[in-house]
C-alpha cells in the first residue's frame, strides 16, 4: 500500500493531462492526416488495435510474441484482415487459415511475404499444411464465433499437424463474462470449463489459461 509520500495520484494525473494533450485538435488532424496517407489499414483494428489497445497489447507480448521463431512454422486460424498476422510474420512459414474466400482475399491485399501460405479451408481442417510439421497456433476472433460442434472437430483436426513440442494458443468467447453472454449476441455460448474439457477430451494437455485479461472472452494454451 502506497504511503502519504506516493507520487502515485500526481503522476496519475500528469499522464492523464498527456493524454490530454495527446487528443488536442491540432494533434488529432495531425493524426487523422497521417492515416489517411498511411498504410492501406488493416481490416479488424477497429475492434481494437494490439498497437495501442492495452488488454491486446499485453495478449500479443505475453500470448504471441514469446512464440516467433525464424526456424519455425505457425497456423493462424481466421486471420481476418491480418490483425494479428502482422505479428506471426517472423515464422519460417505461416498458414493463414479462413473459410472465406472473402476474408483471404482481403489478407492478401495487406501480406505478399513469400512465407505466408494463404488456406481455404472447409471451416474446421487444414488442408495442405503438412502433418506433424507445426509448432504454433494462433487463434484470435475466429473461435469466439464457433460453436462448440466446430471447436470440437478443428480440435479433433489439430492433432495431425502438430510436432510434439508446439504450441496451441485460442481465443474463445466465454459466457462466464456478462459482456459475451448479454451484450454480444455474435458471440457463441463457450465457458472456460467446456473449453478445458473439449481441449482435454481430444487428448491435449492445457499448459495456462488466462481468464482475466479480456472482457467478453479467454484464452487457452494447450499441447500436444
Ligand atoms: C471477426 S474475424 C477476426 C479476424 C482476425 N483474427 C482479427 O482478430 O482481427 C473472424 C475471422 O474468422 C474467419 N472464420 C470464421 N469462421 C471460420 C472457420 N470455421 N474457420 C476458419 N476461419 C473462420 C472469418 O472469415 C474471419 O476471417
Not at 43 to 53: I, K
Not at 80 to 95: A, C, D, H, P, Q
Not at 197 to 206: C, D, K, N, P
Amino acid at each position: 500500500m502506497p504511503d502519504l509520500s506516493t507520487s502515485l495520484h500526481t503522476d496519475m494525473l500528469a499522464s492523464f493531462e498527456k493524454a490530454r494533450a495527446a487528443r488536442s485538435l491540432p494533434r488529432r488532424l495531425y493524426r487523422a492526416i497521417r492515416n489517411e496517407l498511411s498504410e492501406k489499414g488493416v481490416y479488424g483494428t477497429a475492434w481494437g488495435d494490439p498497437e495501442t489497445m492495452e488488454p491486446l497489447m499485453f495478449v500479443r507480448d505475453r500470448w504471441v510474441l514469446p512464440y516467433v521463431r525464424a526456424d519455425q512454422t505457425a497456423v493462424e486460424i481466421g486471420p481476418g484482415g491480418g490483425r494479428w498476422t502482422r505479428y506471426l510474420l517472423g515464422f519460417e512459414r505461416l498458414y493463414a487459415i479462413d473459410f472465406y474466400p472473402e476474408l483471404l482475399a482481403e489478407l492478401k491485399r495487406s501480406f505478399t511475404r513469400a512465407n505466408v501460405t494463404f488456406v481455404q479451408n472447409s471451416g474446421s481442417d487444414f488442408p495442405g499444411v503438412p502433418a506433424g510439421a507445426v509448432d504454433f497456433v494462433f487463434s484470435f476472433g475466429c473461435f469466439v464465433h464457433l460453436d462448440n460442434s466446430i471447436i470440437e472437430r478443428y480440435l479433433a483436426n489439430l492433432g495431425e499437424i502438430l510436432r510434439p513440442q508446439a504450441n496451441v494458443v485460442i481465443q474463445y468467447s466465454d459466457v462466464n463474462k456478462v459482456m459475451a453472454r448479454e451484450l454480444l449476441p455474435h458471440f457463441a455460448e463457450t465457458t472456460p470449463e467446456q473449453m478445458r474439457s473439449m481441449v482435454q477430451a481430444a487428448g491435449f494437455t492445457v499448459v495456462e489459461e488466462d481468464l482475466t485479461t479480456l472482457w467478453h472472452s479467454s484464452l487457452i494454451r494447450f499441447r500436444p
